[in-house]
């Protein structure tokens, strides 16, 4: 088995982190969990973070073949489309193209179309919003092989956090977006529409399955004061010591904890920007006559 070679990218803002996950032999590349700057209160978007990942694959002359999200996010921006636009057939594009790469395809989880769904409505999107996932250029079933160059990659459908969750174990390296974080941190919440404890708790427990040695790479992490973040961990280190979850604890407690826990959980800070601009596949919403780009927020009268 080759093992990928992996340089993680820390984005303070959102305490999130991103992969590029490259191929040792033949210098085939995959970006996860990229990241576009946002000030909700200006209505400002850039791209410091992707552009410094960018700058890392150019230099290090890497060939992109996918940027794969492991769900959509809601709690930043993805940089997929702002990335794609810049990624020529080599990797070394130096301007910004006006349509997709014939190459470089971005990927997600198959349940993307019912997060699609659900969100059209509660946004009350353009009648023509397209609910089938195809803003996206592959969506990975469960179980569904694929390769970055001689790396080979599996597709596993983590549900429980979002009903689209999937990681991507690529060689001795799994990718897991919010189903974990780091030991300290425990899990990700299940209380976001389409979410279930208990689904969560056997997506787990699917990763659990997996060798004692496999690393484990995150989307997120929240590190205490003085602390640094935290990219990566073990399946070992996941089933001995993560407060929430670990191999002796039973689907009953786990449920009980995380319905308990999630009831004091506040909304995501950048919730309906992000999800806005995600289903999207990093698009964001299309402008009106005037060039004008608007995102919506649903309100609850409750005075």
Known sequence: ??????????????????????????????IIDPVMDFDPASGRVWSEQAAIVLAVVRERGLRVDWILETHAHADHLTSAEWLKRRL?????????????????????GAGITDVQR???DVFALEPDFPVDGSQFDRLFADDEHFAIGGLQARAIATPGH????ISYLIGDAVFVGDTLFAPHGGTGRCDFPGADAATQYRSIQRLYALPDSTRVFLCHDYPPA???????????AQ??????????????????FRHKRDATLA????LYASLQVNIRAGRLPPADLAGRIFLRLPLRDEA
Do not use: C
């Open 1 to 30: 088995m080759i093992a990928p070679l992996v340089q993680s990218f820390y984005h303070a803002a959102t305490n999130t982190w991103t992969h590029v996950v490259a191929d040792p032999e033949s210098n085939a590349a995959a």
């Open 88 to 108: 020529a057939g080599n990797g070394h594009a130096t301007a910004p193209r006006t349509g997709p790469s014939t190459s470089l395809r971005t990927g997600i």
């Open 118 to 120: 659900h969100f059209r």
């Open 162 to 165: 979002t009903s689209d969750g």
């Open 226 to 236: 003085g602390a640094q973040p935290v990219a990566g961990t073990t399946i070992g």
């Open 239 to 256: 089933k001995a010591g993560n407060i929430q979850l670990r191999s002796d604890t039973t689907e009953d407690e786990y449920v009980a």
């Open 267 to 270: 909304v995501p800070r950048l």
